[in-house]
């Protein structure tokens, strides 16, 4: 009885990326755990209920055919717009942002159901259109993107609009897009930067300014930048050891638990920690891509392609981030950060690579 229902649930997982995944998780576990105090296991259970959810959530997208994923695609899609306009209009406001709609039973961030719904949208776009691409084509799939990522830096959240972005951007790039379009297109990105500098906010602007010199406002907006890299300086090689990291234990390092989590990890095992976080990340990142490789159709090889290289930007942005290199954009660091959404939706996503991993056959449609 055992051995079967083990049989039922391990039937739709790619062994390799859930092995890596299971790793990494636990890893994150662990560092929860330190930088919730070292004396609390109220944040470890919360997280891993988190995790239960978003395993359970991967399971059933994992047992839903490549060819039925496609079909939920523009459902989806349309789906997630209506309610990106009805947080521009009905929104609530926290922190100055309107990121939230109240449903009445419950509060949903619908940009959150994007990162999902875009990158599926635009596979199932270029799918049907895959016999004599254009360049109209790329431009229409170019306004599928710009849709959803316009009202979500209305909200304002700059951070996941640059995510879901890129993911759209990695589908339209992986389905066949010129490189001479590419570079044109970021020549005139750079000339542009002067008027999208004046597009920014206040307080996104000075996150770039203080990227430049932190030390020219130490105790606030500098603060976190100053603090996350001396706690991973402080880490040394092999790093300070389980809840000895002064930095993170003593309450210096802000947001500890999410969004600069990497800086206890560092603090605490060293570049050797750090070494072997990256090789889960390049695991993880070069199955998905063996995927993507081997996949029947174009629907699947752009979707798995994209939610490859989008997990791979999200890692890269927060260690960017915590580390001093690219300005503040609260991006959590994938499958270690505190927080259900975000673990929810990265999960989501995997769930898709191991439906396209383990359905050998994918009927178009």
Same mark, same amino acid.
């Given at each position: 009885m055992i051995s079967r229902l083990f049989e039922i649930l391990a039937r739709r997982i790619d062994g390799p990326l859930m092995v890596a995944l299971v790793l990494t998780v636990s890893l994150g576990l662990t560092v929860v755990y330190s930088a919730s105090g070292g004396g609390s296991l109220d944040r470890v259970m919360g997280q891993g209920r988190n995790l239960a959810v978003a395993l359970a959530a991967l399971w059933i997208v994992a047992n839903i055919p490549p060819q039925a994923l496609m079909r939920l695609a523009v459902p989806a899609y349309v789906g997630? +717009?209506?309610? &990106?306009? !009805?947080?521009?209009?009905?929104?609530?406001? $926290?922190?100055?942002?309107r990121r939230w709609l109240n449903l009445g039973f419950t509060t949903i961030q619908p940009?959150?159901?994007?990162?999902?719904?875009v990158p599926l949208m635009l596979a199932w776009y270029f799918q049907r259109h895959e016999e004599g691409l254009k360049l109209r084509d790329y431009a229409l799939a170019a306004i599928l993107l710009a849709l959803p990522v316009g009202?979500?830096?209305?909200?304002?959240?700059?951070?996941?609009?640059?995510?879901?972005?890129?993911?759209?951007?990695?589908v339209i790039f992986l389905a066949g897009l010129s490189?001479?379009?590419?570079?044109?297109?970021?020549?005139?990105?750079?000339?542009? +930067?002067?008027? &999208?500098? !004046?597009?920014?906010?206040?307080?996104?602007? $000075?996150?770039?300014?203080?990227l430049i010199d932190p030390m020219e406002d130490p105790l606030g907006a500098?603060?976190?930048?100053?603090?996350?890299?001396i706690a991973i300086g402080s880490g040394g090689v092999l790093g300070k050891g389980w809840l000895n990291g002064t930095q993170a234990q003593l309450d210096f390092v802000p947001e500890r638990s999410t969004d600069f989590i990497l800086a206890v990890y560092g603090e605490e095992f060293?570049?050797?920690?750090?070494?072997?976080?990256?090789?889960l990340y390049a695991l993880i990142v070069a199955r998905g891509l063996m995927i993507a490789a081997n996949a029947s159709t174009t629907f699947a090889r752009l979707t798995a392609g994209a939610i490859s290289l989008t997990f791979f930007t999200y890692a890269f942005v927060n260690m960017g981030m915590v580390s001093g290199i690219l300005p503040v954009v609260g991006v959590p660091l994938p499958l270690m950060s505190y927080g259900g959404t975000a673990l929810l939706s990265m999960l989501v996503g995997f769930g898709v690579l191991m439906s396209i991993s383990t359905h050998k056959q994918l009927v178009s449609s």
């Open positions: 997630g +717009l209506v309610l &990106l306009v !009805g947080v521009a209009l009905f929104g609530e406001v $926290r922190n100055g942002a940009s959150e159901i994007m990162k999902i719904a009202l979500i830096v209305r909200q304002p959240d700059l951070g996941t609009a640059l995510l879901i972005f890129a993911s759209g951007f990695f490189w001479k379009i590419i570079v044109s297109l970021g020549v005139t990105g750079l000339a542009l +930067l002067p008027v &999208l500098w !004046g597009m920014l906010h206040d307080y996104q602007r $000075r996150r770039v300014l203080t500098g603060y976190h930048i100053i603090q996350s890299t060293g570049l050797a920690g750090n070494l072997v976080l990256i090789l």
